[in-house]
T-cell receptor, first 114, second 113 residues
Framework: AQSVTQPDIHITVSEGASLELRCNYSYGATPYLFWYVQSPGQGLQLLLKYFSGDTLVQGIKGFEAEFKRSQSSFNLRKPSVHWSDAAEYFCAVGEAFGNEKLTFGTGTRLTIIP | DSGVTQTPKHLITATGQRVTLRCSPRSGDLSVYWYQQSLDQGLQFLIQYYNGEERAKGNILERFSAQQFPDLHSELNLSSLELGDSALYFC????????????FGQGTRLTVV
C-alpha cells in the first residue's frame, strides 16, 4: 500500500529565509506526487505535482519540488519565504494510470517569524 | 476560490443523529471525492463518484454513505454519529477519472456533542 511520511510536524523559519519541507513516499511503481497547502479555515490548494519527466517541478507561489527516486523523496523548497506562506503543507501520493484517491502525509505546519 | 462549494460550513449535532453534507463540484467536473480530516487520522480518502456512479472506496464507515446526483452535486450522509466523527469533511472535484488535479472545497466542520 502506498504511504507518505512527512517527518517534520512543525517548522519555524524567519521571513526571507529559505525553506525545505521533507516528504518521503512508499509506492511500488511510478507515483504521482503532489504538494498541497492549507491555510487556516481554508481548503487545500494544489502547489505543484509530478507525474513524469523533469524531476524538478515548478509550482505556484514560487515553490518548487524535486523528485528523487533513489531516495523516495519529493521535498518542497522555496528560496525566500514570505509571512503569507504560513500554513499547513501536505504531501500526497497517488497511483499512476488511473488513480482514484490520494494518500496524504500528516502535514507540516509552517510558522514564519519576522 | 476553487469553484467547489460545500454546505454547510459548520454543523453541530448530537450523538446518534444523522446529517447530510452537500458538495457542488466545479462546472464541468465529473468526479467528486470526499475526504475526512481529523486530528488523529489526518486526511483520509472516503469515497469517489464519477458521473453518478461510485468509482472507488477508501476508509469509509458503513454508517456513512454518499451519492452523486444527475446534476453532479454530491451528498455525504453520516448516520448514528459518534463523538469520533467530529472532523473536517472535504469535497474535491476533478474533470475526469484521474485525480491529476483535484480542486478542494473549503470543507464542512462537523462537531458531534
Amino acid at each position: 500500500a502506498q504511504s507518505v511520511t512527512q517527518p517534520d510536524i512543525h517548522i519555524t523559519v524567519s521571513e526571507g529565509a529559505s525553506l525545505e519541507l521533507r516528504c518521503n513516499y512508499s509506492y511500488g511503481a511510478t507515483p504521482y506526487l503532489f504538494w498541497y497547502v492549507q491555510s487556516p479555515g481554508q481548503g487545500l490548494q494544489l502547489l505543484l505535482k509530478y507525474f513524469s519527466g523533469d524531476t524538478l517541478v515548478q509550482g505556484i507561489k514560487g515553490f518548487e519540488a524535486e523528485f528523487k527516486r533513489s531516495q523516495s523523496s519529493f521535498n518542497l523548497r522555496k528560496p525566500s519565504v514570505h509571512w503569507s506562506d504560513a500554513a499547513e503543507y501536505f504531501c500526497a501520493v497517488g497511483e499512476a494510470f488511473g488513480n482514484e484517491k490520494l494518500t496524504f502525509g500528516t502535514g507540516t505546519r509552517l510558522t514564519i517569524i519576522p | 476560490d476553487s469553484g467547489v462549494t460545500q454546505t454547510p460550513k459548520h454543523l453541530i449535532t448530537a450523538t446518534g443523529q444523522r446529517v447530510t453534507l452537500r458538495c457542488s463540484p466545479r462546472s464541468g467536473d465529473l468526479s467528486v471525492y470526499w475526504y475526512q480530516q481529523s486530528l488523529d487520522q489526518g486526511l483520509q480518502f472516503l469515497i469517489q463518484y464519477y458521473n453518478g456512479e461510485e468509482r472507488a472506496k477508501g476508509n469509509i464507515l458503513e454508517r456513512f454513505s454518499a451519492q452523486q446526483f444527475p446534476d453532479l452535486h454530491s451528498e455525504l450522509n453520516l448516520s448514528s454519529l459518534e463523538l469520533g466523527d467530529s472532523a473536517l469533511y472535504f469535497c474535491a472535484s476533478s474533470v475526469g477519472l484521474l485525480n491529476t488535479e483535484a480542486f478542494f472545497g473549503q470543507g464542512t466542520r462537523l462537531t458531534v456533542v
